[in-house]
Nanobody
Framework: QVQLVESGGGSVQSGGSLRLSCVVS????????MGWFRQAPGKEREGVAS???????GYADSVKGRFTIYQDNAKNTLYLQMNSLKPEDTAMYYC????????????????????????WGQGTQVTVSS
């Protein structure tokens, strides 16, 4: 059974940093996409960052240059380093996995939409105050 467990959320002031972690268990796919999504109250869930089994990454425009996604395969852990946080980054952050990715479109890419992401963690809250 696949389980994703996030941690690392909290409350910070604008300009601060947080690192989210997601421990993955029961996931044995050799090719995959993994991602971080977020959802603010009253808004749709949106993709923040993705990484594939080869280490290629993708980011939403709103977080490029501020957030970094990376993985430690030895620890079965996915991370999201978030710097220069803004109040608009406030949301519940979710770790997710897509065992069918990456997808070919002139190159191989992971999606930043919820389509294909079959496994989700319970979320960790990030609150950024101005």
């Amino acid at each position: 059974q696949v389980q994703l467990v996030e941690s690392g959320g909290g409350s910070v002031q604008s300009g601060g940093s947080l690192r989210l972690s997601c421990v993955v268990s029961g996931y044995t796919y050799s090719k995959y996409c993994m991602g971080w999504f977020r959802q603010a109250p009253g808004k749709e869930r949106e993709g923040v960052a993705s990484i594939d089994s080869g280490g290629s990454t993708g980011y939403a425009d709103s977080v490029k240059g501020r957030f970094t996604i990376y993985q430690d395969n030895a620890k079965n852990t996915l991370y999201l380093q978030m710097n220069s946080l803004k109040p608009e980054d406030t949301a519940m952050y979710y770790c997710t996995a897509d065992p069918e990715g990456p997808y070919y479109s002139g190159g191989y890419y992971c999606l930043l939409t919820t389509v294909g992401y079959d496994y989700w963690g319970q979320g960790t809250q990030v609150t950024v105050s101005s």
